[in-house]
């Protein structure tokens, strides 16, 4: 096959466009510089948002007069070497591409303990809840869970009390891998009493990611943050069990802003369909009465297709709790 000679315009533009890109790489941010500026208080939006070879400069320049944080940014990072946890700046190979494809809503560095490789899978299902649920929601959360764990399938969930902590265990408990995404740094567990939880889901092949570094405590803004990096690595949303008034709303708002052309896929949103309505699913009835999610029972089974997409499967005759806490 004879080589095809390309325009001296084409060639003109190839060549400027890798000059601009070398120009790029060579402006951006090392981990130490990122996380100086976050903790000089710059947001992930403020970073992101403005990503240009001028810009990283100034904010060069910005991490170079922080001597005393730019110090702490080294030393935090050295601390969570030695422990296992890998740093990953946004510019980096390596980095997850559905986290990428937040755009200004990306998190410039992620802190990841476990399976770096489960970040990059397409067979995940979040499934998100309420802490305060009661037996139908953790029942619901964790058979679900353990479903899709159970076709060597990813669950994601925030590591929470009540409904996130279900949908884990049930994953655990059919020798499946899982994400928990969380909202302090990972030298701290958020509960406590998830100390051996987050421990075994690392233990077991799973995942905990957080774009907060050691140190960084859990706070109502960073707990909301963190539901758009859930709904981020999925194609598929259950609301096992919330109020209408919850953190779990904010990932459903998350999912929504993000649905279709923002990820190149739709975010399907499940919220689970009870018997009986009351204060604590009262969540569920108002996106399914507004037609804002598709019903399901805690009855039914579930697979993802070829497409990732979630199928509910016919009824089963299971209604017996599976779930039990502690």
Known sequence: MEDFDLPDILKGRIEKRKEEETEWKASCLSVEELLCLQ????????????????????????????????????????????????????????????????????????????????????????????????????????????????????????????????????????????????????????????????????????????????????????LVARCRMQVALTQSVIVAQCPIISGTMYAVRFAQEYDGDFFGWENDIYAVEYDTWDELNSGNKFLLDYNLAIPLRPEQNITLNQSYQLTINDIKNDTERTYHEG
């Open 39 to 222: 903790l000089l208080g710059y947001s992930s939006r403020q970073i992101i948002e403005r990503v240009n070879p001028e810009v990283n400069e100034q904010l060069k320049r910005t991490a170079a007069k922080a001597t005393r944080e730019l110090d702490k940014a080294k030393r935090i990072l050295d601390r969570q070497a030695k422990a296992g946890v890998i740093t990953i700046p946004y510019y980096a190979v390596d980095y997850p591409y559905h986290f990428r494809n937040l755009c200004n809503d990306t998190p410039p560095l992620i802190h990841v303990s476990g399976n770096l490789e489960l970040l990059n899978r397409n067979d995940t299902v979040t499934i998100i809840g309420a802490r305060a649920a009661d037996a139908e929601g953790l029942d619901a959360a964790y058979r679900f869970g353990k479903q899709i764990g159970g076709q060597d399938h990813v669950v994601i969930s925030g590591l929470a009390l009540g409904c996130d902590t279900a949908a884990h265990r049930g994953c655990l408990d059919a020798e499946g891998q899982t994400i928990a995404i969380v909202a302090s740094g990972l030298d701290i567990t958020h509960p406590k009493v998830n100390k051996t939880l987050q421990e075994e889901i690392v233990a077991k092949g799973g995942t905990i990611v957080s774009e907060h570094p050691f140190g960084m405590k859990a706070n109502p803004t960073r």
